[in-house]
Structure formats: structure tokens, C-alpha cells
């Protein structure tokens, strides 16, 4: 199991992607390991404001730190070819090497469907992901050995190519997931697994087959990383912070799949029925720094080596400097 490291979650939902670079340099200047941020072709609520090209912001993220980053994450397939993607990450690897890692997901209908393609249901969105993957890992090869490779599928066809810009090591590929056929199949698959905050009991359910899938190809499952993306709210008082989540984060109160919607807007008729309690087991919301450590530390006590905080409220300056003072220093593996 890796060294323990806690990175800044990157919404550029909520901030345009200047302030998101400021922002992230500031997080590492706290002690914030490095940076995650979504792939998002429109934020969840009008609200938030904002969706930068992840790609984009994650390069000029790049420039100004020195820790980790990746696109946790992006669902290849639908906006964006498999091939294209694996090109964006192989340039991000070769501008910063050893510090980007890829996250991939099976996508949801507020970004992809924009392009007009038909939107699948779920079982044939994990399997495009995976045959996506296929690719992927396909064309890291082609960078490593400088060969071409083509790919001829269920989903997608690739002429005969190779990627040309390549770091001398591949990034890693972790694969988001909640459900644990798709975990067990990505043991087998890929480098890691990226998971969202969720109760422990059905996040070892995860672990464990996560494990399972890597044994069956002769891997270690419990050396291989595991990311957590965590959700929550602070601000100076439980009020500010209860507001925060109500009007920027309301999506975090939302105890149904939203894969299949489509639009900000439908969200935010759907935001007006959440309520404060809705987001209890969901996402804490608290004015105590040390409410928030001891939070956290379950999930680094249940094995996750890499996490990504978020904090929902417009007051990231604030809540930076709280936690790299009060909270990061006194989490332990």
C-alpha cells in the first residue's frame, strides 16, 4: 500500500478556469497533494456557472504545481473518440512525467448526449467504457514501442496508428465505479479504482471485488491504488455551511442515479425538493474541522491511499487554509 496523499477536487463546475488554477496552486501551498477534476461538458445546476475543458485547465494546473493529476474523470466513447482521449492523456504524461494518472467512467447524459448520439442504458455504457479501455491500452502500447495498432470492435474502429508523443512510462488508468461487477472488472482491466464517498460497508463490498478481479489475472489488488473522491461542506458557521450545500451543491442531496438526465435545468426543478436532511449519510456538513477529520479518516482507515477533497461553498480560499492547517496534518494511515 502507497503513502498516503490528500489532493484538491478541482470543480471547474463551480469556478471558471483561471480562478481554478489559482485555486489549485494555492491548494498545494496548504499541502494539498495534487489535482482531480471532471470531466464535465455542463455543471449540475445553472448555479454552478461554469464547465472548462478539463484538459485545457488540467495542462495550466500543470505549469503552476508540482503534484498529481488526472481527469477524474472522463467517459470516453460518446464526445470524445477513445483515441483521442488516450492522445490528451499521453501529451498531459509527457508535459509533467510520473505526475498524471487517467480516470475514466462510463459517462453520463448531461455531457454526453450533447453531441445527438443515441444514449444507452447502463449495461452497454459499461461495456463501451471497457471496449474503450481496450483501446486506450492499445495505443500506450503503440506509444511505448512505437509500433501501430488498430482495434476493429463491437463499439469502435481504429485504423492502423500509433501515438507519437509519448512519456517514456504510461499513465495509469483507473476506472470510476460504484457497482461491483463493473470493480471486478476492473480489477482485471486496470491500474486502480476511483470511487465516491458512500457508506463503508458497500465500499468494501467494492474493495473486495475489486481484489477478486485483480487475483484473477495474477495481480495484487490490495497494491494497486484506490482514489475517493469526498464531498463536503465546511464554512465558520453550520449555517453558511448548510447554505453552501443547499445552493451549490444540491446535487450532493440527491438520493437517485442521475446518469440519464440531461439537462442543468432539469436538476435544478429537482433541487428545489431537497431538504437538509436529505444529505445526512450522503455528505457532512459541519463547521468543525475535526468533524470533517474524523470523517475522512475512516475512509483512509478502510484502505484508500489517494483522496480528493471538495469543498462545495465559493469559500475555497477560506477552507484551504482550515484544513492544511487543522485537518491534512493530523490524518494517519
Partial sequence: MSELTIGYAAMLEQFSPKDMVELSALAETYGFSGVMAADHFQPWVPQQGESAFVWNVLSAIGARTSGDLGPGVTAPGYRIHPAIVAQASATLAAMYPGRHWLGLGSGEALNEHIVGEYWPEVPERINRMFESIEIIQKLFKSGLEQKDVKHSGKYFKLESTRLWTFPEVAPEILVATAGPVTAKRAGRTVDGLITVGAPLEKIEGLFK?????????????????????????????????????????????????????????????????????DFEGRMVISEDPEVHLAHIQKFVDLGFDRIYLHNVGRNQAEWLEVFGKDVLPKLKR
Avoid at 463536503?232 to 449555517?239: C, H, M, V
Wanted: charged share 30%.
Fill in 209 to 277: 471485488k475489486f481484489n477478486e478481479g485483480a487475483a484473477e489475472v495474477g495481480k495484487n489488488g490490495e497494491e494497486m491504488p484506490k482514489l475517493l473522491q469526498l464531498h463536503l461542506s465546511w464554512a465558520p458557521t453550520y449555517e453558511e455551511a448548510l447554505k453552501n450545500a443547499m445552493v451549490e451543491w444540491p446535487n450532493g442531496g440527491m438520493k437517485f442515479p442521475k446518469g440519464d438526465i440531461r439537462s442543468p435545468l432539469e436538476l435544478e426543478h429537482m433541487a428545489k425538493l431537497v431538504r437538509p436532511e
